[in-house]
């Protein structure tokens, strides 16, 4: 059980959230409203306080109004709709996610699409593996196979970058991408979305690069 000092640090961090919330202009998860809501939720919660539960619904009406074309899980649309499922799957808020966020979930798989059929450079394919975060979500929710084949193409994608990365020299950024890819397929396994691409990613792996993270994977997604 909390302490009285430790209730009153969370009301003064959840008071300075909220002063800060109406002067950014910024939508998204990491720094802007939809991330501002999540955390207002939380807190309402825990401290039983309608007032912030009112405030935090007023953040995520503002988010899910952006029209941002940005489709990021940091600061764009599939960081919105990640936060819109969470809060949905928790019960905070009553309501049906395809008809709230219907247009842009087909915004992000098509702007994915499209993203998928071109030579990615390295910087947009590590922005993107993200967004497997929300897709897995979105796929635990609705079971649509469009969803699981954007998110396997993502994975299958991103993890041709590290190999090329590899086979050119450039091992330092493809190891330090690895953590990132492997949590997310390990997340994708608990769903069981991603098992016959993630052997098809450890073959890849394996042809003449020796590492120790894709075969942890392989593991988490056979337990699995």
């Given at each position: 059980?909390?302490t009285r000092k430790e209730l009153s640090i ?84 009553e309501a049906n996610f395809e008809e709230l ?101 450890m073959e890849m792996f394996y042809n003449g ?16």
């Amino acid at each position: 059980m909390s302490t009285r000092k430790e209730l009153s640090i969370i009301r003064k961090i959840a008071d300075y959230v909220l002063l800060n919330a109406y002067s950014t202009k910024a939508s998204g998860l990491y720094n802007g409203k939809a991330g501002m809501a999540l955390a207002m939720f939380e807190v309402s919660r825990a401290l039983h306080n309608e007032y912030y539960e009112e405030q935090a619904m007023e953040l995520l009406q503002e988010s899910l109004l952006s029209q941002t074309d940005d489709i990021g899980y940091d600061n764009g649309l599939s960081g919105i709709g990640f936060v819109l499922c969470h809060l949905i799957e928790q019960g905070f808020v009553e309501a049906n996610f395809e008809e709230l966020f219907g247009s842009q979930l087909i915004k992000i798989k098509s702007q994915m699409s499209q993203m998928l059929d071109k030579k990615e450079k390295w910087a947009d394919t590590l922005n993107r593996i993200k967004i497997i975060r929300f897709l897995d979500t979105v796929y635990s929710k609705t079971k649509d196979e469009e969803t699981k084949t954007i998110a396997e193409s993502l994975v299958e994608l991103a993890s041709r970058v590290i190999c090329k990365n590899l086979s050119s020299g450039n091992r330092q950024i493809a190891l330090a991408t690895m953590p990132l890819l492997c949590t997310y397929m390990a997340l994708l396994a608990e769903s069981n979305l991603i098992f016959t691409k993630s052997v098809e990613v450890m073959e890849m792996f394996y042809n003449g690069h020796d590492t120790i993270l894709p075969a942890s994977v392989f593991l988490i997604n056979y337990n699995a």
